[in-house]
């Protein structure tokens, strides 16, 4: 029986990055530049919120129409810290009430109460390219760059697009523990492990983490996971349940300890840019994308047995599915063996 095949490491293939997919960035690149992982390819002015002075109250007066004429700087104006912002004479001239600006910013407003609202300046927040290549397109989707990557496939994971160094904490059979996460651990990539709980989740969110690629985990905490986003990606290479990581995804991963990654739950896959002495290399799935069904196969399981990975033992023609569909059995650890329709297989291979 002829079946899909996935090909889960994929050390060097060409392929086009998508960046700069924010509605507030402005691309600093043109079509045909080429870039290196540290050039800024976009920048957004991000808003970092506003402060409220109690200014009639300041300067003596009642009202909005009776602060704003008393302002030196209209509003719109951009101010200084310490710079004059209103100004206002008492006592027949012998007094003078004057209001320094506290900070740098711009003049909102001033609301009814005679509140003068000044907002700070906006950050600049930069994108750099985190990958070398060509640029091929700009648009307000983002910015098309032509490069080479590795590239992790897995079968299961959830979370939107996330950007962060891989940062290695587990060996492929222990389990992902609350005590291998700390502060260090903050905005990156964490990969190790056989299996992830509750609790790692949980303070892995508290921390930053910004994803997790771990060998397997329980059906139930990963359903809590839901398909809104928690704020952080995860992937689960091998399954649900105790799965240890395979081999060759945890050698390809550890190769790039410390190396920018792109994870993506929906895409459920890891991408790692590579250098530009790396070229890429044959990406075609030896064999094709179809592939017959062998004893000692690595194979996926879908349908009702989703998420598990095992060992094809037996193959049986005339199983209990009826329709003249194959039966496969299919040795998922020491102590169980799955019988499955055998339409419901994927061969793994490594790279």
Same mark, same amino acid.
């Given at each position: 029986?002829?079946?899909?095949?996935?090909?889960?490491?994929?050390?060097?293939?060409?392929?086009?990055?998508?960046?700069?997919?924010?509605?507030?960035?402005?691309?600093?690149?043109?079509?045909?530049?080429?870039?290196?992982?540290?050039?800024?390819?976009?920048?957004?002015?991000?808003?970092?919120?506003?402060?409220?002075?109690?200014?009639?109250?300041?300067?003596?007066?009642?009202?909005?129409?009776?602060?704003?004429?008393?302002?030196?700087?209209?509003?719109?104006?951009?101010?200084?810290?310490?710079?004059?912002?209103?100004?206002?004479?008492?006592?027949?001239?012998?007094?003078?009430?004057?209001?320094?600006?506290?900070?740098?910013?711009?003049?909102?407003?001033?609301?009814?109460?005679?509140?003068?609202?000044?907002?700070?300046?906006?950050?600049?927040?930069?994108?750099?390219?985190?990958?070398?290549?060509?640029?091929?397109?700009?648009?307000?989707?983002?910015?098309?760059?032509?490069?080479?990557?590795?590239?992790?496939?897995?079968?299961?994971?959830?979370? +939107? =697009?996330?950007?962060?160094?891989?940062?290695? %904490?587990?060996?492929? *059979?222990?389990?992902? !523990?609350?005590?291998? /996460?700390? $502060?260090?651990?903050?905005?990156?990539?964490?990969?190790?492990?056989?299996?992830?709980?509750?609790?790692?989740?949980?303070?892995?969110?508290?921390?930053?983490?910004?994803?997790?690629?771990?060998?397997?985990?329980?059906?139930?905490?990963?359903?809590?996971?839901?398909?809104?986003?928690?704020?952080?990606?995860?992937?689960?290479?091998?399954?649900?349940?105790?799965?240890?990581?395979?081999?060759?995804?945890?050698?390809?991963?550890?190769?790039?300890?410390?190396?920018?990654?792109?994870?993506?739950?929906?895409?459920?896959?890891?991408?790692?840019?590579?250098? +530009? =002495?790396?070229?890429?290399?044959?990406?075609? %799935?030896?064999?094709? *994308?179809?592939?017959? !069904?062998?004893?000692? /196969?690595? $194979?996926?399981?879908?349908?009702?047995?989703?998420?598990?990975?095992?060992?094809?033992?037996?193959?049986?023609?005339?199983?209990?599915?009826?329709?003249?569909?194959?039966?496969?059995?299919?040795?998922?650890?020491?102590?169980?063996?799955?019988?499955?329709?055998?339409?419901?297989?994927?061969?793994?291979?490594?790279?």
């Amino acid at each position: 029986m002829i079946v899909p095949v996935t090909r889960r490491v994929i050390k060097s293939q060409k392929v086009n990055l998508t960046r700069l997919v924010s509605d507030k960035e402005t691309a600093k690149v043109s079509v045909g530049e080429a870039v290196s992982p540290e050039d800024v390819i976009g920048v957004a002015e991000i808003p970092s919120g506003r402060r409220l002075v109690k200014l009639a109250s300041l300067l003596g007066v009642h009202g909005r129409r009776e602060v704003e004429k008393h302002l030196v700087k209209p509003l719109g104006a951009r101010v200084f810290e310490g710079e004059i912002l209103a100004r206002r004479k008492s006592f027949f001239g012998l007094k003078t009430n004057v209001f320094r600006s506290p900070i740098d910013g711009v003049i909102s407003e001033v609301d009814g109460f005679g509140s003068l609202v000044i907002d700070f300046l906006p950050c600049q927040n930069r994108l750099v390219a985190g990958v070398g290549g060509k640029v091929l397109e700009v648009s307000g989707k983002g910015v098309v760059i032509e490069t080479v990557v590795s590239k992790i496939k897995t079968k299961v994971g959830v979370g +939107k =697009e996330r950007e962060g160094s891989i940062k290695i %904490v587990a060996e492929p *059979n222990e389990f992902l !523990l609350p005590t291998k /996460l700390d $502060v260090s651990c903050r905005d990156k990539i964490i990969v190790g492990g056989a299996s992830v709980g509750k609790e790692t989740l949980e303070k892995a969110l508290t921390i930053g983490v910004r994803g997790l690629v771990v060998g397997g985990i329980n059906v139930r905490d990963f359903s809590k996971l839901g398909e809104l986003d928690s704020g952080m990606t995860v992937l689960i290479t091998e399954g649900f349940g105790i799965r240890p990581m395979a081999e060759d995804v945890y050698l390809e991963l550890k190769k790039h300890h410390d190396g920018f990654g792109i994870i993506n739950g929906s895409q459920r896959e890891l991408i790692i840019p590579l250098s +530009k =002495e790396d070229k890429e290399t044959n990406s075609e %799935v030896p064999g094709g *994308n179809w592939q017959e !069904l062998d004893l000692g /196969l690595k $194979v996926y399981l879908s349908g009702e047995a989703h998420g598990h990975v095992g060992i094809l033992e037996k193959i049986e023609q005339n199983g209990q599915y009826g329709f003249n569909v194959p039966e496969a059995l299919v040795r998922i650890d020491q102590s169980e063996t799955l019988r499955v329709p055998a339409c419901n297989l994927e061969i793994i291979r490594g790279e």
